[in-house]
């Protein structure tokens, strides 16, 4: 399984950018998926989750301002993230994972996307 996020950059606060995350390995019809973000000198937080049944979750802090989607099809999982804020800088991660009955059946990591909101 390969998870290659894309889609960081600079951006101005109050601006958007698309994080996609090209999913290989895998089939989206059956794998759970999240977006999670390390801010400097603090641990990996999750930022959005979406179940291969279509349920999504977010982080209080970011509700309203992200969107996770995914695309079968392509293979491809999606951040939006519009009204950016400085505190949103940091490394994005996707993640490929499956827990059942409190067991992690699976748990795949790409490579971080770096994100800076800043003017």
């Known amino acids: 399984v390969q998870l290659q996020a894309s889609g960081g950059g600079l951006v101005q606060p109050g601006g958007s950018l698309r994080l996609s995350c090209a999913v290989s390995g895998i089939s989206l019809d059956i794998t759970d998926m999240a977006w999670y973000y390390q801010a400097p000198g603090k641990q990996r937080e999750l930022v959005a989750s979406?179940?291969?049944?279509?349920?999504?979750n977010y982080a209080d802090a970011i509700k309203g301002r992200f969107t996770i989607t995914r695309d079968r099809a392509k293979g491809m999982v999606y951040l939006q993230m519009d009204s950016l804020k400085p505190d949103d800088t940091g490394v994005y991660y996707c993640n490929s994972y499956l827990i059942r009955s409190g067991a992690e059946i699976w748990n795949y990591w790409g490579q971080g996307t770096q994100v800076t909101v800043s003017s």
């Open positions: 979406s179940t291969y049944g279509g349920d999504t």
